[in-house]
C-alpha cells in the first residue's frame, strides 16, 4: 500500500437549503488502499462519495486527485468509477453490452474490447452470461455485472456505494470476502460506503467514521475498534458499556462510585468523562477480587459466547463470556486497567446552561416567560420582574421528548443517542445551540423531533435584576 | 384462474360497439345498393385518394412537430421532483377540459383576416394569410394532439432512474453520449406511443381542416360529408384508412422491437 494521497478533500463543506450536509471534511486516501466511510444513515458519508465522483460540487473546499483541482471537472473526465447503491444497469443493454459500455465510448478496438470484457466477466465469476438480459439475473449476479462495469474501465478510483445492502446475510459476507479479494488482485483504490459497522472492520484498510457531517475518527479497524476517540464511535462500532464516570487524577477513575485503575493520563482532575468497556473485557471474577458486584438479569447464548445483562446498581452492564450465568446470581466483576478506555465527553458540560431575559411575567399566575431561539417558554411557578436576567441550568433530564408533538422548541435535530447502563444520552441540535437530554426510551437519529423543558428540574439564579420594578 | 365471468361486460361492449360495427362497415364497403358483392365503392374512393395522401402527409407533419415539441419538454418535466411534474402535467391537461370544437374555434378567431396575430403582424409589415392553408391546419392538429405525445413520453421518461444517467456519466458519457446510449434508447417505447396516439387520430380526424383548412379537406372530413349521402363509398375509405393505421401500427410496433434489441 503506497502511502501518496491519490485523492485529497480539503475542508469540504456542502449544504442541501438550511441543512448542513458535510461540514469541514478532511481526508486523504492513499493509493491502492481498500478505505471505508462508515456511519448511520445521515452523516453524509453518500454525499462525499458523490462529491469524488463528481455528481455534486462542494459548497466549499477543494477535491484533489493526483494532485490536481478536480472540483469542476465533470463525471466523465474523472479516472474514477461508482458502483452504485441499486446497481444502475441499463435494462436495454444485455451483460455484455453493460459492461462494455465504458470501452466502447473509448472508442476502442471491437476485439479488444470483447478480450476485456470477457476477461472481466470471468473475474467476477460470470462467463457466459454475455448475452443474458440483466434483467434475468439475480441480485447477486447484477451486482457482479454492476462491479464488472466499473472495473473494465481501469480507473484508478472505485466508488462503491453500500453494494451490499440489498443482499441477503450469507451472500452479503461471501461477497465482503470476494470484494476484498478483487482489491488485492487488481491494485485499485477502493473508496467503500456502508452503515454495516461489521462490513467496514471486515473489509478496509483503513476506515472512516462520520458522524453529523463530520469526521469522527480515521484508523486501521483495529484502531477503531481498541482506540475508539469518542462515545459515539465506541458506540457504532462493535458493542460497548459506555458509562459516565469521573477522572479522579492520572490512572484513577471514578464509575458507579468506585475508584479503579485505569492507564489514561492526561485529562483535567475531577472532569467528567465517558468510560468505554467493551463485554468481552468484563471478567467474572470471585466476590472478594471483584471490582463490582451485580445480579445477572438475562442469559442468552450467541453461539461463541453468552451475552449477559447484569444490573449494578442501577446501572446495566452487557458482558460476553464463555461461562454461563444463572439468572438471579450475584456475581463478581473485574476489568483490567487497560481494557478501561476514558474519552471526553461528546458534550463538553453535563448540563444546559443558558442566560434568558424574563420577556415578561404574571405576576398572579406567578409564571414568568423567556424567549428561547425566539419561541416563547412559560416557566410555570416562577416569579421574576420583566427584564431580569437569568442563569438557567437546565439537567439532562430536565429535557423531553414532546409526547403530543408540540414541544417548546420544535425540529430539533438529534444528533447522537448513547446508551449509558441507565438510560441514553442524547445530544440534540437546535438553530443556535446543541442540548444534551437524558431519555430512557430510544430515538432515532438524523431526525428532527419537538422537546420540552421541565423548569421544575432547573436551577435559576438571577444575574441581574429588570429595570422596571414595582 | 380469475373469475372469467367478471369480463363478460366487458366481452358484450366489444361486441356490440367494435365487432359488429367493423362488420357492417366491411359489408357496406363490398357491396352496392343493391346488397350485391361488388367493388365498385373502392373505384368511387379512389376518387378522393389525392385529399387521403394530404391527410397522411397533414398527420405526419403535425406528429412530428409534436414529437420535436414534446421530447425535450417530456424529459425536463421528468427530472423536476415529483408533485412539480403532477403539477405541469395539471397544466399541460387543462386546455384539454375544454370543448374540441371550442379550442379549435379559438384557432380561427387569433389566426382570421384582421384577426389579433394578423394585425400585430401587418403592424411589422408582414402581410400573409394565416388561415385557410395548411399550415393553419397544422397548427390547429399540433395544439389538439401534443398532450398525447407529452403524456406517454413522459409517462416512460420519469420512469428512468436518475441513477443511469449518472452511470452513463460515471463511465465516461458526455451529456450527447447520455442521450444517445440511454436516454433515448429507453424513451423509444414512449416515442412510439405518442407516435401511434398523434398519428391515428390526425389521420382521421375532421371539422380541424374544416374550420382552419378552408377549401383544404382532410379525409375524416371527406368521410362524413360521403357518409350522408353513400354509405358503401363511406364504408370502402373508412376501410382503406383503416387498413393503412394497422399497417403503420404494426410497422410502428416491429421498429419499436428492432430498436429495442438492436442498441
Request: hydrophobic fraction near 45%; charged fraction near 20%; aromatic fraction near 10%.
Amino acid at each position: 500500500m503506497g502511502k501518496n494521497a491519490i485523492l485529497s478533500l480539503k475542508d469540504i463543506y456542502f449544504n442541501y437549503g438550511n441543512e448542513v450536509i458535510l461540514n469541514g471534511i478532511n481526508l486523504d486516501i492513499y493509493d491502492k488502499e481498500f478505505i471505508t466511510l462508515l456511519g448511520p444513515s445521515g452523516c453524509g458519508k453518500t454525499t462525499t462519495l458523490r462529491i469524488i465522483a463528481g455528481f455534486e460540487t462542494p459548497k466549499s473546499g477543494e477535491v484533489y486527485f493526483e494532485n490536481k483541482l478536480i472540483n469542476d471537472l465533470p463525471p466523465y473526465k474523472r479516472s474514477i468509477n461508482t458502483v452504485f447503491q441499486k446497481y444502475a444497469l441499463f435494462p436495454h443493454l444485455n451483460v455484455f453490452d453493460n459492461v462494455a459500455f465504458g470501452l466502447k465510448l473509448k472508442k476502442m478496438p471491437k476485439k479488444e474490447i470483447e478480450k476485456k470484457v470477457k476477461h472481466m466477466l470471468s473475474i467476477v465469476d460470470l462467463k457466459g452470461y454475455e448475452k443474458r438480459s440483466v434483467s434475468a439475473l439475480s441480485g447477486g449476479q447484477q451486482q457482479r455485472v454492476a462491479i464488472a462495469r466499473a472495473l473494465v474501465c481501469d480507473p484508478d478510483v472505485v466508488l462503491l456505494d453500500e453494494p451490499l445492502g440489498a443482499l441477503d446475510l450469507k451472500l452479503r459476507k461471501d461477497m465482503q470476502l470476494e470484494l476484498k479479494q478483487l482489491q488485492q488482485k487488481t491494485q485499485k483504490t477502493f473508496i467503500y460506503v456502508t452503515h454495516d459497522q461489521e462490513e467496514a472492520l471486515t473489509m478496509s484498510d483503513r476506515v472512516v467514521v462520520m458522524n453529523n457531517g463530520s469526521i469522527a475518527q480515521i484508523g486501521t479497524p483495529e484502531d477503531i475498534y481498541n482506540e475508539p476517540s469518542d462515545a459515539f464511535v465506541a458506540d457504532f462500532i462493535g458493542e460497548a458499556n459506555i458509562i459516565n464516570g469521573i477522572m479522579i487524577d492520572d490512572c484513577r477513575v471514578k464509575i458507579l462510585q468506585k475508584e479503579i485503575p485505569c492507564v489514561d493520563t492526561g485529562f483535567k482532575k475531577n472532569s467528567p468523562v465517558d468510560v468505554v468497556i467493551r463485554p468481552e473485557d468484563i471478567e467474572v471474577v470471585d466476590k472478594d477480587k471483584a471490582q463490582f458486584i451485580g445480579v445477572v438479569e438475562d442469559t442468552v447464548f450467541k453461539g461463541v459466547h453468552f451475552e449477559m445483562s447484569v444490573m449494578c446498581g442501577k446501572c446495566l452492564w452487557l458482558i460476553h463470556s464463555t461461562v454461563a450465568q444463572k439468572v438471579g446470581d450475584t456475581i463478581g466483576m473485574y476489568i483490567e486497567p487497560d481494557n478501561i478506555h476514558i474519552m471526553n465527553k461528546l458534550f463538553a458540560t453535563s448540563n444546559n446552561e443558558l442566560d434568558l431575559s424574563v420577556y415578561y411575567s404574571d405576576k398572579d399566575d406567578n409564571t414568568t416567560t423567556v424567549l428561547i431561539e425566539g419561541n416563547e417558554v412559560t416557566i410555570k411557578d416562577k416569579f421574576f420582574e420583566e427584564g431580569t436576567l437569568l442563569h438557567v441550568v437546565l439537567p439532562p433530564e430536565a429535557l423531553s421528548i414532546a409526547g403530543d408533538g408540540v414541544g417548546n422548541l420544535d425540529e430539533v435535530y438529534i444528533e447522537s443517542v448513547i446508551w449509558k447502563g441507565e438510560h441514553n444520552e442524547i445530544i440534540l441540535e437546535s438553530d443556535e445551540r446543541k442540548w444534551i437530554m437524558q431519555s430512557d426510551t430510544d430515538e432515532q437519529v438524523a431526525t428532527y423531533v419537538p422537546i420540552t423543558f421541565d423548569f421544575s428540574k432547573a436551577d435559576i439564579s438571577v444575574i441581574s435584576e429588570g429595570e422596571n420594578e414595582e | 384462474m380469475k373469475n372469467k365471468r367478471t369480463s363478460y361486460p366487458y366481452l358484450l361492449w366489444m361486441l356490440i360497439f367494435t365487432i359488429v360495427p367493423i362488420a357492417m362497415v366491411i359489408y357496406y364497403a363490398f357491396t352496392d345498393e343493391s346488397g350485391k358483392f361488388s367493388l365498385s365503392s373502392f373505384v368511387n374512393a379512389s376518387d378522393y385518394s389525392e385529399i387521403f395522401l394530404y391527410s397522411l402527409l397533414v398527420a405526419l407533419i403535425s406528429t412530428a412537430i409534436c414529437l420535436v415539441l414534446a421530447y425535450p419538454l417530456s424529459f425536463r418535466i421528468s427530472r423536476c421532483s415529483k408533485s412539480k411534474q403532477r403539477m405541469i402535467i395539471m397544466f399541460l391537461m387543462v386546455p384539454m377540459w375544454m370543448n374540441f370544437l371550442l379550442r379549435i374555434y379559438a384557432w380561427v378567431l387569433i389566426l382570421q383576416n384582421y384577426g389579433p396575430l394578423d394585425m400585430i403582424l401587418s403592424f411589422f409589415g408582414i402581410d400573409i394569410t394565416l388561415i385557410g392553408n395548411t399550415s393553419a391546419v397544422v397548427v390547429g392538429m399540433v395544439y389538439e394532439f401534443l398532450p398525447f405525445m407529452i403524456l406517454p413520453l413522459h409517462t416512460v421518461m420519469s420512469k428512468i432512474d436518475n441513477s443511469l444517467i449518472e452511470a452513463a456519466q460515471d463511465l465516461g458519457s458526455n451529456s450527447f453520449y447520455v442521450f444517445k446510449k440511454v436516454i433515448f434508447p429507453l424513451s423509444i417505447p414512449g416515442i412510439i406511443s405518442g407516435i401511434t396516439m398523434v398519428f391515428v387520430p390526425t389521420a382521421s380526424t375532421f371539422l380541424v381542416a374544416q374550420y382552419l383548412g378552408g377549401t383544404q379537406f382532410m379525409i375524416g372530413d371527406v368521410i362524413e360529408r360521403v357518409f350522408q349521402s353513400d354509405h358503401h363509398t363511406g364504408s370502402a375509405i373508412a376501410l382503406v384508412l383503416m387498413v393503412v393505421i394497422l399497417g403503420f401500427l404494426v410497422f410502428m410496433n416491429r421498429f419499436g422491437d428492432e430498436e429495442a434489441v438492436g442498441v
